[in-house]
Antibody, heavy 121, light 107 residues
């Protein structure tokens, strides 16, 4: 059974750095075709993709946010960490981690429950 | 970045109706198109991948079609549990991009 769970602060202040951890089980991030991604969703708005790390430790970032994002993995702990610098109230959102199956088709087949992060002083 | 445009943004329908949601990419994406359903307060779930392949466990009343820039998600006979928001997403190139969502409401 594949599970993913996000953890991190519920509240951050403007200008601070957000660090979120995705702890997963039921698959290995070193298996060909496995990727973990982060996606966010501001309240009442659409999904926005943030970053991805794959089985070869290649990393990809949102065009608009890439200067603020860093994604990393710890395969021994089955964890993926996302950091986002210079947090602003507009970054208030539910942050999801999820698994991407990358092969002939690429799709997100498993999601964490999400964690709401509020940016406020 | 590839832009994904869904229509309509919202849709009112009744149980038993046949509904279609469309998604257009800003360039050809072959069949690298996925559909997700999201209910309030929950994470999205995968319905269709590769434009027309039904994810395991998804009811057969859901179907996907299209290629290139134009795609559709069809629900053949709406059930009460289908009232939700639907998103398309392209996986042709990175960055992944989503449509803005289509909210399906009960009439």
């Amino acid at each position: 059974q594949v599970t993913l769970r996000e953890s991190g602060p519920a509240l951050v202040k403007p200008t601070q750095t957000l660090t979120l951890t995705c702890t997963f089980s039921g698959f290995s991030l070193t298996t060909t075709g496995m990727c973990v991604t982060w996606i966010r969703q501001p309240p009442g708005k659409a999904l926005e993709w943030l970053a991805r790390v794959d089985w070869e430790d290649d990393k990809y970032y949102s065009t608009s946010l890439k200067t603020r994002l860093t994604i990393s993995r710890d395969t021994s702990k089955n964890q993926v960490v996302l950091t986002m610098t210079s947090m602003d109230p507009v970054d208030t959102a539910t942050y999801f981690c999820a698994r991407i199956r990358a092969g002939r088709s690429q799709y997100i087949d498993q999601w964490g429950q999400g964690t709401l992060v509020t940016v406020s002083s | 970045d590839i832009q994904m445009t869904q229509s309509p943004s919202s849709l009112s329908a009744s149980v038993g109706d046949r509904v279609t949601i469309t998604c257009r990419a800003s360039q050809s994406i072959s069949t690298y198109l996925n559909w997700y359903q999201q209910k309030p307060g929950k994470a999205p779930t995968l319905l269709i991948f590769g434009a027309s392949s039904l994810q395991s466990g998804v009811p057969s009343r859901f179907s996907g079609s299209g290629s290139g820039p134009d795609f559709a998600l069809t629900i053949s006979s709406l059930q009460p549990e289908d009232f939700a928001t639907y998103y398309c997403q392209q996986s042709y190139s990175t960055p992944i991009t989503f449509g803005q969502g289509t909210r399906l409401e009960m009439k």
